[in-house]
């Protein structure tokens, strides 16, 4: 028999004291610890080693970053921002930390690598740990290489959109149709759902629409529509606006609909990898878990859109369909033209201008961004049976023309906390064309690089008129765009790029 | 026309001034910087956006930790210390750091990641730009699962051994033959090296070994090795060693063999994935970049060693060979027995007792450890041509019972700085047999953390101390194995984790 109480160790010895460092370590969970304190020695923690730390019987794994200096005391600690609502304690707590069990469902994922597929529990396993932080950088980024382009087949896929909406909240809206509309990345300008939302909700169906900021573009839908009304709503607000207008446009942030796909996605980011399994689930979870039940996806395809052709348009509204109906959802795909921006505004203030032109019927407001919007409000009109099939364009377009719409608009705005205008930019700075002929091409992508360097989306003024489309004639010398900035050291930064990249229109001889 | 000189940017005003923050961020390049300075407002840098820091025309990508208190002043940014001998800067030194361009080779993994081959320039760039540093962690676990099991085909294992070569130095020991042996890992106690080199050394034939340290096991070969004589050798030492006495038994890692592989290795380790062509290419690029012609290679198989069946060991001898002659290197591959510890100590002081027993020809000296040593032994001399086919074994033999090996090993330690004697631990705790019966299985994984937790390998005489093997028939409260340690609290540690985890050895009733 082995006795081993002589020896038995106490825990309670593994405490240290919580103080704020003032590290930015990311969305990482992250325990800062002196290296010599007398945990990192007894336990042999290594740089970045996984722990587990554990305040008043809740725990979480963080990555441990060694202290070498007198940044913290002997008995002192530090936890990364992100991770500190996870465990709940206050300055001064007492944390105890050890090594951490391994994470098991990485077998899984490690399974997954080796080829073999992946079953219901397995996803959702692996789903859990990653919402609940379990999953350190690496272990993210082998999962989203795992799963990439088409690795996934489409139980798996139905499996992890299901694992997605258990492991976050949603939203109940009661009985009957609730609508939404969502667009597959990647098209600069591409703001429809501040059209779309009024025109559906004037039409007396729901559309408690929850938007996101911009990660990597120049605007997300939530940041646009923030210079014309707050988007930061509660839950509680949300409902209320929407049952007192049927509609809202908000800043799904604050809502928490799909933690883990916040975590894969920005690792997946990192990597600038597509994955159409990751998309369809990331997609159809946050559907589901806003409470939606009948959706219209647009899908741009263009050479610099993110879907790049119409073969990888047809295989994805396929998985989509697919997945959707076992999902319960009823869904439609529009595939529609992502060689060009969409509208004439690149950044949170143009787009908005834009947005306001076509819902106040100004002659001169953008017909690519007038028509775009009304394609997917046609369909969504169609789909929740409000009109019969067909009709659902012209039904969109009259509630567009009549003014219902942008009087919607204006009353979600009031009921969303004020209406307000969009700032101009001071600084702005017109690129010419230099020969004459036919604008033959668009890269999207380097247009919201620099609608980027020039401030978009933080400084809302900022970004980009487009002032040509494909197929127009100019003149040497004619304006092509014109960059808006707020400060002269990001147009400079702009043009910095620019001098380097070449031209972002291709203008050939025109017949 | 565009005529950006009135906005160009200044780029001398992305300065920091560099210092200590003390702050130990593992192996990954990483930059301090406040989040409110200059730069990271101008740029709009978020938490972990990758960085190009540039210092006296040389420069690194980094990622960007931002702080957000005090601890730096508003012109000051510090380097994580792998860092710093990258770029060489010393303190107070100005660094500018700027958005970084996307790594190109990034490109390739994801191409993999798609199901495409790799080419012989994809494959260089790649191994490039890690050894350069420029792949963030999450970029190495791509690569690391794109390439994971046996996802490289026999062309891309041969291109990733010549790159992770091209990118580290190579030393060069002029004609004839140069011997060498590598264990693939996971078996405690298997210390064969500072058996093998002083036998074939004392057979005229030149073996420059160099060695690794634990890095997840309880005893590296440097490890044990250090516990008789210095290891950490410069390369010109190295040299001197050799040359005098025809072999070395040295650390590796202070001669930067294969510096992409060290990087794979670490995040590789981190997921816990096999890869057969990235061990392919880590074993021969660094034989081929320490100067090896003639190699044996041990493939210990075993359910709880790496290699767990004969089909795996089959597998990946045919790649090892394949690969090897197309590098222009003689390889033979041993196949041995995995399914327990060899010799009696795990941890660096018990290991190189039993190392020293078998050299003096202690008749108590562990049968298993000196068997296969000269299974190992042998076959090198055939290869080398100093004996013909068959007549390996009994030369080695010969050799080691002689008194030779022990002499030659002798003098390499005085060469190497000395020789000196094991410690031995003050704290043993003995673990008895619950029952009689026959030692039937030995988790080798579970021993190997039981040491490791008792305080191996920085604790050079702790470890454990295995008393029967396979097979043996025991009594009931007979010792099985001796936990030893130089603390109190390293056994409790060890003794904890035993009554969490249940027996090591499986006894189960004998015939």
Known sequence: MISIAAHKHDASANTLRLRRLGIDFGDEFAIFMRRDCHICRAEGFSARTRVEVTYSGRSLLATLVRVTSDLLADEEASLSAPARPHLGPSAGALVSVAHADPVESLSHVRAKIYGRSLDKSSVHEIIADIAAGRYSEVALSAFITAVAERALNQDEVFYLTEAMVSVGSRLDWGQGPIADKHSVGGLPGNRTTPIVVPIIAACGVRIPKTSSRAITSPAGTADTMEVLAPVDLSVADMRRV??????????????????????????????????????????????????????VIDLPVGPTAKIRS?????????????????????????????????????????????????????????????????????????????????????????????????????????????????????????????????????????????????????????????HVELGDRIEKSQPLYTIHAETRGELAYALEFLARQGDIFAVEEGP
Chains 1, 2 share one sequence.
């Open 242 to 295: 929407v049952e007192a207008e049927g509609g809202c446009i908000v800043w799904g942030g604050a809502v928490d609909l799909s933690p883990a796909d916040d975590v894969l996605v920005r690792v997946e980011r990192q990597l600038d990898l597509d994955s159409e399994g990751q998309l369809v689930a990331s997609v159809l979870s946050k559907k589901i878990a806003a409470g939606s039940t009948h959706i």
């Open 310 to 466: 119409a073969a990888m348009a047809k295989h994805l509204a396929d998985v989509l369909e697919l997945v959707a109906e076992r999902a319960g959802l009823t869904l439609r795909v529009v595939e529609s033209d992502g060689r060009q921006p969409v509208g004439r505004g690149v950044g949170p203030a143009l787009e908005a201008r834009d947005v306001l032109a076509v819902l106040q019927n100004d002659p001169q407001a953008p017909l690519s961004l007038r028509q775009r919007a009304l394609s997917l409000a046609g369909p969504l009109l169609e789909l929740v049976g409000i009109v019969g099939r067909g009709e659902g364009l012209a039904r969109a377009e009259e509630v567009l023309r009549s003014g219902q719409a942008w009087k919607k608009f204006q009353a979600i705005c009031a009921s969303q906390g004020g209406m307000r205008a969009p700032p101009i930019a001071d600084i702005r700075h017109a690129i010419v064309a230099q020969r004459r002929g036919v604008v033959a091409n668009i890269d999207n992508r380097l247009l919201a690089r620099i609608a980027k360097l020039a401030g978009a989306p933080s400084a809302k003024a900022a970004g980009i008129d487009v």
